[in-house]
């Protein structure tokens, strides 16, 4: 039996070729984040696999477009503040951020309404910065620059902190960021955003990108978005920072004028999907091949949610329209007015239920038994049905 034997040479060339094998094996596994990869920033993707979903966003665009135009001057305003008030709320919402509804709307108001009352002014601070960022991402359609977005930055932590903590406001950050969970006492690290020193030159690369490309508005919205998720220039704020951008590209690149749908809405419907495919487009663990075609898909998916939740809110509208010329055949007082404006502003999710003589009382500022006698005349106009099945203390009543 014969045996082969080794040189010297060919012995060390083999450990060469294995501590090769095994350098490039491990600075693959150091290369986790697409921001490391050297196709980066790029961002490639199959068109043909998105192809049908771009047709229907765009149609249906075009449905909006065309809804909003036989609209009266009043019901446009309508829309356009609904819309508003839930893009803020939903934005803030997915970041585990609940706002007043009222003092949003009010902010909202006060920037749009002429007919605003200040009387009647809930804002605060944080939603009238809120607002202006909403106004000038969607109604402002100049280049964007990096002293705008500090400017939407100061806006959203107009105190200079983030829940107990300070920030660095209007400024990109200076320290290292990992997104990060604890599960038990286990810590997961689920993104490692650039370097602070990458971040300049970054973001001057994707501003040159939202300002000078010529790509399809849904395709450029869905790959700014991420671009701005993967850079994470910010201290803090850089999702609702990144939806802001979102809003910017679509009204700037199809032309719209005001916040006629609310994207934030629909992505807060699916809050957990959304983090998901962030997680894996932004992971090359995951995202294996460079491709982007999963999260443009997503994103365009979620546009065209949040544009049929609009043709919904406007198809309420509406019907709130055609409730007040019916209700303008009755002499209502000033109460009612008001109260039935806030049940329809608000809708039905926030008087779950119904509303009962004490949230009347609450709302319009008056005694349980005046309360009662409006309710009772609203009824008999038929403006109010009293809930089936609800009787005594427990009465309940519903816009009809």
Not at 171 to 178: A, H, L, P, S
Not at 275 to 296: A, G, K, M, V
Not at 335 to 359: H, P, Y
Request: net charge neutral; glycine share 6%; aromatic share 10%.
């Amino acid at each position: 039996m014969s045996q082969k034997l080794l040189t010297i040479g060919s012995y060390y060339d083999r450990i060469n070729e294995f501590n090769r094998i095994i350098g490039v094996k491990y600075m693959q596994e150091r290369k986790k984040w697409v921001w490391q990869h050297e196709a980066y920033p790029s961002f490639d993707y199959q068109y043909e696999a998105i192809a049908a979903k771009l047709s229907t966003v765009s149609r249906n665009t075009g449905k909006l477009e065309y809804a909003i135009h036989i609209l009266d001057q009043k019901n446009i305003h309508d829309v356009i503040i609904d819309a508003s008030t839930d893009e803020i709320m939903q934005s803030s919402k997915i970041e585990g951020e609940i706002l007043n509804r009222d003092s949003v709307r009010s902010s909202i108001r006060k920037k749009l309404d002429d007919a605003f009352v200040y009387g009647e002014d809930h804002s605060t601070r944080l939603t009238d910065g809120l607002a202006d960022i909403l106004i000038d991402s969607s109604f402002n359609h100049a280049p964007l620059s990096k002293e705008r977005l500090h400017g939407w930055h100061n806006a959203l932590f107009p105190t200079g902190y983030s829940g107990g903590y300070k920030i660095d406001v209007a400024t990109y950050r200076k320290d290292e960021m990992q997104v990060v969970s604890n599960r038990g006492y286990r810590e997961i690290v689920h993104y490692e955003a650039p370097q602070p020193q990458k971040i300049e030159k970054q973001m001057e690369e994707l501003l040159v990108y939202i300002n000078h490309s010529h790509e399809d508005p849904y395709i450029k919205s869905a790959i700014a978005h991420l671009w701005f998720v993967i850079i994470h220039p910010y201290d803090d704020g850089n999702g609702r920072m990144a939806r802001a951008i979102t809003n910017y590209v679509l009204s700037r690149e199809l032309g719209l004028t005001h916040q006629y749908f609310s994207i934030s809405k629909a992505i807060a419907e699916h809050k957990r999907a959304y983090y998901d495919i962030l997680e894996r487009s932004n992971n090359l663990i995951h995202n294996r091949n460079f491709d982007f075609t999963e999260w443009i898909g997503w994103h365009i998916d979620t546009v065209n949610q949040a544009i049929e939740y609009a043709m919904g809110e406007i198809e309420k509208v509406v019907q709130k329209a055609k409730f007040w010329d019916r209700a303008r055949a009755h002499a209502l007082n000033e109460r009612q007015i008001k109260v039935l404006n806030k049940v329809l502003d608000v809708g039905a999710a926030e008087f779950e239920g119904g509303l009962s003589t004490k949230k009347y009382a609450a709302i319009a500022k008056t005694s349980i038994p005046t309360a009662k006698r409006d309710i009772s005349k609203l009824v008999a106009y038929g403006l109010l049905k009293q809930v089936e099945g609800s009787a005594g203390r427990s009465t309940r009543y519903v816009v009809s």
